[in-house]
């Protein structure tokens, strides 16, 4: 890739509190984690960004210490998870990809109960579960039961959940989906004030938009394996340009329509309902369209994101 990886650049940088060599997962003879090198700083936003299956929830398993690694090396504030896991899951919390609430009890009685688990004294745990719900804009559904609340809601409670034992490193995995538009940057702004307090965040997510807001650095993974990593801006600049021309046609297939427009870009690719002409002037590149006597039946000029990032490595997109 012609870059330094953010594993070397952090080897013996005290400040890694997570770091793993050639960290590989199988499944009898499916390889879910392909030998991979990463490193989480404290104090920063760390993600995971790939499509379903491409083993982000597989390595956050191992991370999280719930399931061993096959081989390579993994290492926690130090520690190995198959020696020390519970050390490290005292000092770990962990929001999975799907709510696990008791629905059956009340929004406080779920931070009760989990505080519990951890050993926290009966004051400690209501002190700690009113502050998480004042975080988490819960407080005034404390005496509520779980079952009704949104998504949103459940999704929030969840997080404060797994802050109970004022954890140093989060790992959220998949933390919005299913979430509307609104409810995600509501849970968006809860993270960020998390990070700004100092706890480290590793995520994992097929959202491009939610990996370009929280993450200050990120791994883009698939098949298994790490294809590209930096911060989000860096790995636009390498990847893409810094715009994007996006066509559509009447047409079923939009190859029909790439030939006419090669060359107008830096590159092109084909998406079933879109031709995509990657430039640096998106205005400029639409006026030579319409000026080729090309005639879609619309044009739209963005920005590049980290879904353009992943179409040019993998030759496909996110949601495929």
């Not at 597989?58 to 993994?74: D, K, Y």
């Amino acid at each position: 890739m012609g870059r330094v990886s953010s594993y070397d650049q952090a080897g013996n940088d005290d400040a890694v509190l997570l770091r793993a060599t050639g960290l590989t997962k199988r499944f009898g003879d499916f390889t879910a984690v392909d030998s991979i090198d990463f490193a989480v700083r404290k104090g920063e936003c760390f993600g995971f960004l790939g499509p379903n299956g491409a083993g982000k929830s597989s390595t956050m398993r191992m991370v999280g210490c719930v399931s061993p690694v096959t081989s390579g090396e993994l290492r926690l504030f130090g520690l190995d998870p198959a020696t020390d896991g519970p050390a490290i899951r005292a000092r770990l919390g962990s929001c999975p990809q799907r709510d696990t609430l008791d629905e059956e009890l009340t929004v406080a009685e779920n931070l009760w109960v989990y505080g519990r688990y951890f050993g926290l004294s009966r004051k400690e745990v209501r002190s700690r579960a009113a502050e998480l719900l004042d975080f988490a804009q819960l407080s005034d559904r404390a005496g509520d039961r779980v079952e009704p609340l949104s998504g949103g809601m459940k999704r929030r409670l969840t997080i404060a959940r797994s802050l109970i034992n004022s954890p140093e490193v989060l790992l959220l995995d998949e933390p919005t989906t299913g979430l509307d538009p609104q409810a995600r940057h509501v849970l968006w702004d809860r993270l960020f004030r998390l990070k700004r307090s100092g706890v480290t965040l590793v995520l994992t997510t097929h959202y491009m938009d939610e990996a370009e807001q929280l993450c200050d650095r990120l791994v883009v993974m698939d098949h298994g394996r790490i294809v590209a990593e930096g911060s989000p801006r860096e790995l636009i600049e390498e990847y893409s340009t810094r715009e994007v021309l996006e066509l559509r046609f009447d047409a079923d297939d939009h190859k029909t329509y790439a030939e006419q427009v090669a060359g107008i870009g830096e590159r092109v690719e084909v998406l079933p309902d879109r031709l995509l002409v990657y430039t640096d002037n998106g205005d400029e590149a639409a006026a030579k369209v319409h000026a080729a006597g090309i005639e879609p039946l619309s044009s739209l000029v963005r920005r590049s994101t980290l879904e353009d990032v992943f179409l040019h490595l993998t030759g496909r997109s996110l949601v495929d």
